[in-house]
Structures are given as structure tokens and as C-alpha cells.
């Protein structure tokens, strides 16, 4: 099992940039694919991107390519998303997720973060 915990939400601009991390933490962590979710108010919970636990792969929702940018630092098992060019629409709560196998991480992952607050406004 692998516990999952996010950081770096907040109130940003429109126009800001913003990298939230997660870091997992458990004895097998490091063999874990990750990846991020977010949910909007009143909207189901969203993929946004996955990376492989070795980090050297990643997959990305094909309507988010270009602004969310997904990335790992294996030494510290801890996944990155970089969000550039925020918009009011990306207020969300962003929720980093795990499983073990891969191709499940953007469908069905088997363990969860408890989300971290992105709030986009001016």
C-alpha cells in the first residue's frame, strides 16, 4: 500500500503558474504509477495526466496537452504537475492518485490523495 499526499494548491491569477507535488510514501512507493485528477465544483472527477514508476513514460488526457505537464523525482518518489497559463475554469480540488499497474492509473487507481485546493482568480 502507498499513501499518497499532496501540496501546493492556493489561490493563484489567471495567467500564473502554478507545481503541485505529491509524495508517496509506503515501503513498495516507489513501484507505483502516479498520476492527477481534479475535480471542479459540481463536475466529476477529471484525469489529467500518469507517469510510469520508473518515470520515463508518461500519458496525458488529450484535451489537457499543452498547459499540465506531468514529471517524477524518483529519489524522493514524488510526482510533479505543472500547471502554466491558469485559468479560472482549472479551480479545482487536484487529487494525486496510484496503482501499481500503469494502464490503470488513468481509469481506476486504487489509491488516492486527499486533494489539494487550486483556486484561479483575479
Known amino acids: 500500500q502507498v499513501q499518497l499526499h499532496e501540496s501546493g494548491g492556493g489561490l493563484v491569477q489567471p495567467g500564473d503558474s502554478l507545481t503541485l507535488s505529491c509524495v508517496a510514501s509506503?515501503?513498495?512507493?516507489?513501484?507505483?504509477?502516479m498520476g492527477w485528477f481534479r475535480q471542479a465544483p459540481g463536475k466529476e472527477r477529471e484525469f489529467i495526466a500518469s507517469?510510469?514508476?520508473?518515470?520515463?513514460?508518461?500519458y496525458t488526457a488529450e484535451s489537457l496537452k499543452g498547459r499540465f505537464t506531468i514529471s517524477k523525482d524518483l529519489v524522493k518518489n514524488t510526482a510533479y504537475l505543472q500547471i502554466s497559463s491558469l485559468k479560472p475554469e482549472d479551480t479545482a480540488v487536484y487529487f494525486c492518485?496510484?496503482?501499481?499497474?500503469?494502464?490503470?492509473?488513468?481509469?481506476?487507481?486504487?489509491?488516492w490523495g486527499q486533494g489539494t485546493q487550486v483556486t484561479v482568480s483575479s
Open positions: 492518485a496510484a496503482d501499481l499497474i500503469a494502464e490503470a492509473v488513468p481509469s481506476a487507481p486504487r489509491e
Open positions: 509506503g515501503r513498495t512507493a516507489s513501484s507505483y504509477a
Open positions: 507517469i510510469v514508476s520508473t518515470g520515463d513514460d508518461t
